[in-house]
């Protein structure tokens, strides 16, 4: 055989969601926490470790994670489902019920790895747009629902990078229109005023995504789960999942980080104190701004290409996401808040670039 093989055709039209790998001081463009875990979860964790049966392979189904989580948002542990992120949380729903033939809807602009799973599972993206000023209006998705009948509709709540949460009659109002499976994407829920969990049961056809990387301070770790109907679960670790797929140091992480609720939502109250304070001093200064409900906000330098400034930026040791190019979103950048020390970095870097 020679040459390399041939890529399904479908995955050679887009190039992956990358966002910039620099060495920098203050990195603020992937909405990581700024903050690392804390000190006794480090040392419960490698306690834990060094009694592990690490030449057994994991608990398969995840039982007492599943029940710590269960436990924690008030539903049974056959509602929740497990995976190394929840990217993969996301792949597994469009594994199970995207792929050839089927559609899912996304509302630019909006999380990019909705649609690039879509792709990837061989699922059809159906496009729907927000309005101007990024808000989501139930006509717009009545008429894509109309149109295109998803298998799988998405919804960001809080929408990133634009930063609003949906409010709840939208959600409710997307869910009447049925039949499909409702995916509200929870990945910055703690930071936001409201949560759709509570509109979970196991006869609606909604699920709602959620992560460690962003509150628990555990990108690293890669760990998400959804909450949504038991049969559900019952497919993504039928169909999806591959066997073993989370390994036992991830879950004995994840349970012990929910003893440290107390710590995150401290932080959590911090970062939205952080976020307000930077959303104020950027009204001081030359750029658009969006209000945010997450722990980012996404900006647009009036003056100049905002991938000059995010270039200036890095060369002053800040990084922050250049979305630029991205749909919709022309001359736009996005940041993370950080601790106080990096938004004051980012805010002085930014007032001398503009
Ligand atoms: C809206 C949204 N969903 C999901 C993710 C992915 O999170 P994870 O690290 O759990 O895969 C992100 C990460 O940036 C995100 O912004």
Not at 39 to 50: C, I, N, R, S, T
Not at 97 to 106: I, Q, S
Not at 253 to 276: F, I, K, P, S
Not at 322 to 344: F, H, K
């Amino acid at each position: 055989m020679a040459g390399s093989p041939a890529l399904r055709k479908e995955l050679g039209v887009f190039a992956g969601y990358h966002s910039a790998q620099v060495d920098v001081d203050v990195r603020l463009n992937t909405n990581e926490s700024p903050f690392p875990p804390p000190p006794a979860f480090l040392a419960g964790l490698a306690d834990a470790v060094a009694s592990m049966a690490l030449h057994r392979y994991p608990d398969r189904s995840c039982t007492d994670l599943r029940a710590d989580l269960a436990r924690l948002h008030g539903v049974r542990p056959d509602q929740v489902f497990v995976a190394n992120g929840s990217n993969e949380v996301l792949q597994c729903l469009l594994l199970a019920y995207g792929g050839p033939g089927r559609t899912a809807a996304v509302f630019e602009p909006t999380y990019a790895m909705h649609g690039t799973i879509a792709r990837m599972t061989g699922t059809t993206e159906l496009k729907g747009e927000r309005s101007d000023d990024f808000s989501l209006s139930l006509a717009e998705v009545r008429g894509v629902v109309r149109r295109g009948a998803p298998s799988v509709t998405f919804l960001c709540s809080p929408n990133n990078p634009t930063g609003r949460a949906e409010p709840r009659e939208l959600v409710e109002g997307v869910l009447a229109l049925g039949p499909g499976l409702l995916v509200v994407d929870e990945a910055y829920a703690q930071f936001a005023p409201w949560t759709a969990l509570s509109l979970v049961a196991d006869e609606v056809p909604l699920v709602v995504t959620r992560t460690y990387s962003k509150t628990w301070s555990m990108a690293g770790c890669r760990l998400g789960y959804l909450i949504g109907p038991a049969s559900i679960v019952t497919d993504l670790w039928d169909v999806a999942a591959l066997p073993y797929h989370v390994d036992t140091v991830k879950q004995a992480a994840g349970r012990l980080a929910l003893r440290y609720t107390d710590e995150m939502e401290n932080r959590v109250a911090h970062l939205v104190a952080e976020r307000e304070r930077v959303a104020a001093a950027l009204g001081r200064l030359p750029v658009d701004t969006w209000p945010s409900d997450a722990n980012f906000l996404l900006l647009r330098p009036r003056s100049r290409p905002g991938s000059e400034v995010w270039q200036d930026l890095v060369d002053r040791s800040v990084l922050v996401r250049d979305c630029s190019s991205w749909p919709r979103l022309a001359g736009c950048l996005r940041v993370t808040i950080g601790t106080t020390a990096e938004n004051d970095a980012f805010l002085a870097a930014l007032e001398d670039v503009l």
